[in-house]
């Protein structure tokens, strides 16, 4: 398993992360439009290190 993970990244859920994750849901919650917790974590992590999923 662990050969197979080698070439990725393991990115944290972070302080960073976190704002994202209050500012996005904010955003979408005032649309009425919601995302799973976890989909949105992952958004907010892929937003606080720039990266595109």
């Not at 990244?9 to 976890?38: K, M, Q, T, W």
Request: glycine share 4%; net charge negative; aromatic share 6%.
């Amino acid at each position: 398993m662990e050969d197979l993970l080698a070439p990725y990244a393991s990115l944290p859920f972070d302080d960073a992360a976190a704002r994202h994750y209050a500012a996005v849901r904010h955003d979408l919650e005032s649309r009425s439009c919601v995302i799973g917790p976890n989909d949105l974590k992952i958004a907010a992590i892929c937003l606080a290190n720039g990266v595109t999923l």
